[in-house]
């Protein structure tokens, strides 16, 4: 690991990496940057009649618009989200091509992703409100975006590249991932090669980050970090 300055209040482990610059141990803590952050303001899913949708081998889907109390897609050529669905329950992709999330704001109250080609996140706001949430594909994009992990355990795993970038202005300028302080859930970033432009804020959890390579261009925030990489770069941004 490359970063700008490593500085630990306790104790590290190298195991078949080398950490660049040699980490200070023993230092003070620093305050919290971030501490003044709001959880952003959204509607939870409350549908009176919500209805499931399942959709198998077709070559293209788009979601409409509503309540849904859990959806599935299985050998999905193209799934399609528009902005305005919600979910109660859970939603689970497998095995589809392309995933297509539509600019807005989702409330996520479980997900299940895995064995699916690409995703593809429009700009808004994606919350993470309960349960697991697990995006498991190819190639992972996404611009102008932030995932709020209000509760539960984010894993977000792209084989190839993990292509994403936060917004670049209002409260949320350069905040990729924010986790809820009182969520002490473990969190797992991994990809092949990342592409990340944005804060990592997990500020009592501990996060995994595993890869091949690539930048991480923003900073980390989090109670621990774990890193299982061959190299990759960690560039701290100046907060806007």
Same mark, same amino acid.
């Given at each position: %690991?490359?970063?700008?300055?490593?500085?630990?209040?306790?104790?590290?482990?190298?195991?078949?990496?080398? +950490?660049?610059?040699?980490?200070?141990?023993?230092?003070?803590?620093? $305050?919290? $940057? =971030?501490?003044? =952050? $709001?959880?952003?303001?959204?509607?939870?899913?409350?549908?009176?009649?919500?209805?499931?949708?399942?959709?198998?081998?077709?070559?293209?889907?788009?979601?409409?618009?509503?309540?849904?109390?859990?959806?599935?897609? %299985?050998?999905?050529?193209?799934?399609?989200?528009?902005?305005?669905?919600? +979910?109660?329950?859970? &939603?689970?992709?497998?095995?589809?091509?392309?995933?297509?999330?539509?600019?807005?704001?989702?409330?996520?109250?479980?997900?299940?992703?895995?064995? +699916?080609?690409?995703?593809?996140?429009?700009?808004?706001?994606?919350?993470?409100?309960?349960?697991?949430?697990?995006?498991?594909?190819?190639?992972?994009?996404?611009?102008? +975006?932030?995932?709020?992990?209000?509760?539960?355990?984010?894993?977000?795993?792209?084989?190839?590249?993990?292509?994403?970038?936060?917004?670049?202005?209002?409260?949320?300028?350069? &905040?990729?991932?924010?986790?809820?302080? @009182?969520?002490?859930?473990?969190?797992?970033?991994?990809?092949?090669?990342?592409?990340?432009?944005?804060?990592?804020?997990?500020?009592?959890?501990? =996060?995994?980050?595993?890869?091949?390579?690539?930048?991480?261009?923003?900073?980390?925030?989090?109670?621990?970090?774990?890193?299982? @990489?061959?190299?990759?770069?960690?560039?701290?941004? $100046? =907060?806007?």
């Amino acid at each position: %690991m490359t970063a700008t300055e490593v500085s630990i209040t306790g104790k590290y482990l190298e195991q078949s990496s080398t +950490v660049k610059p040699t980490p200070g141990t023993g230092v003070t803590a620093e $305050p919290n $940057p =971030l501490a003044y =952050l $709001p959880a952003p303001s959204y509607q939870t899913c409350s549908c009176t009649s919500p209805t499931s949708l399942t959709e198998m081998s077709v070559s293209s889907y788009t979601i409409p618009a509503g309540c849904y109390s859990s959806i599935t897609m %299985m050998d999905v050529g193209t799934v399609n989200f528009s902005a305005g669905t919600c +979910v109660t329950g859970t &939603i689970t992709l497998q095995s589809d091509t392309t995933v297509n999330f539509a600019a807005g704001t989702y409330v996520i109250n479980g997900v299940t992703m895995q064995s +699916v080609g690409t995703v593809n996140f429009g700009a808004g706001t994606y919350v993470i409100n309960g349960g697991s949430a697990v995006f498991q594909s190819t190639g992972i994009s996404g611009s102008g +975006v932030m995932f709020y992990i209000n509760g539960g355990a984010l894993t977000m795993q792209a084989s190839s590249t993990e292509s994403l970038s936060g917004p670049t202005s209002g409260t949320y300028a350069d &905040i990729l991932f924010f986790q809820n302080p @009182s969520d002490t859930s473990q969190a797992t970033v991994q990809a092949g090669t990342f592409a990340i432009d944005g804060v990592l804020y997990f500020p009592t959890a501990k =996060l995994v980050v595993q890869g091949g390579g690539g930048t991480i261009e923003g900073g980390i925030i989090a109670d621990e970090i774990l890193f299982q @990489s061959s190299k990759f770069t960690v560039q701290e941004l $100046p =907060l806007k």
